[in-house]
């Protein structure tokens, strides 16, 4: 057994020359290819039932990758695989009134933990792309999920073509 705790405070968390902290997410898809069955994970807030992506600080002994798979596990419970990135977006935190840089990334999920660091703070639902880009609260989110579904189509018409999955 495996003890997993979430990492706490802010001392060793990124920020800009602007003085934005700086976070990372990720979203899911299920088989890998574009259909009805494609499904993004998404989690409530600690603080309210609002659903988002799981997203969380970057901290200065990671990568933006490695941050985006800790964030997974403590927040979401999943382990996978972090694929290339969907963007960069500024944005305002409304709980400190200052801008934010997010950083978001598709993660292939393999496996789904059973006990993980917040599962007492939050709720995590796998859905349909349509209705988490209906529930999700934050607009940058919605663009880096219509981001992660344009790519996915657009493999999905190469198929069997040699291109990246970082189109």
């Not at 700086?22 to 290819?33: A, C, I, P």
């Not at 496996?111 to 599962?119: D, G, M, N």
Request: aromatic residues 8%.
């Amino acid at each position: 057994m495996v003890c997993l705790v979430s990492r706490t405070g802010r001392h060793l968390q990124r920020y800009n020359a602007l003085g934005r902290r700086q976070v990372v997410g990720y979203k899911r898809n299920s088989d890998g290819t574009l259909s009805t069955d494609l499904e993004v994970l998404v989690i409530s807030s600690q603080k309210c039932q609002k659903m988002m992506f799981p997203k969380g600080g970057w901290e200065l002994d990671e990568s933006k990758e490695q941050a985006a798979l800790r964030e997974s596990v403590e927040e979401a419970g999943v382990r996978g695989n972090v694929e290339c990135e969907l963007g960069k977006w500024d944005f305002m935190s409304k709980r400190y009134g200052t801008f934010y840089e997010g950083y978001m990334f598709p993660l292939l999920v393999k496996e789904e933990l059973a006990l993980w660091p917040e599962q007492n703070v939050r709720q995590r639902t796998w859905m349909s792309v349509k209705e988490a880009r209906d529930v999700c609260q934050h607009w940058w989110m919605k663009e880096a999920l219509d981001i992660l579904v344009e790519r996915l189509t657009s493999l999905q018409q190469h198929k069997g073509q040699n291109i990246s999955t970082c189109l």
